[in-house]
């Protein structure tokens, strides 16, 4: 599962091949995730970190992720970019 999106109220489960929403806030997900795996990357956004194909950083210094098996990058936020610095 490449990654969840907030949506409100609910949230946005992004798979390779299809998008669902589900009655969760993101952060109901987040508490039952394992946070070795999904990092929150985004205010309203978690990643599944083994599918973060390449984090570049743009113009502004913030980060850019690519996410395998989807054509859209994700934006993380500066409070997050520590973990990207190794990548």
Request: a positive charge; charged letters at 30%; glycine letters at 4%.
């Amino acid at each position: 599962m490449p990654y969840f999106q907030s949506n409100s109220k609910y949230a946005t489960v992004v798979t390779d091949h299809r998008e669902d929403v589900v009655r969760m806030t993101i952060k109901e997900l987040e508490d039952g995730l394992d946070p070795e795996q999904f990092w929150r990357v985004h205010r309203g956004v978690i990643v599944n970190a083994r599918t973060v194909v390449e984090a570049r950083k743009d113009l502004r210094g913030r980060f850019i992720l690519n996410i395998c098996a989807r054509s859209e990058d994700l934006r993380a936020s500066q409070a997050y970019a520590h973990l990207f610095k190794h990548m």
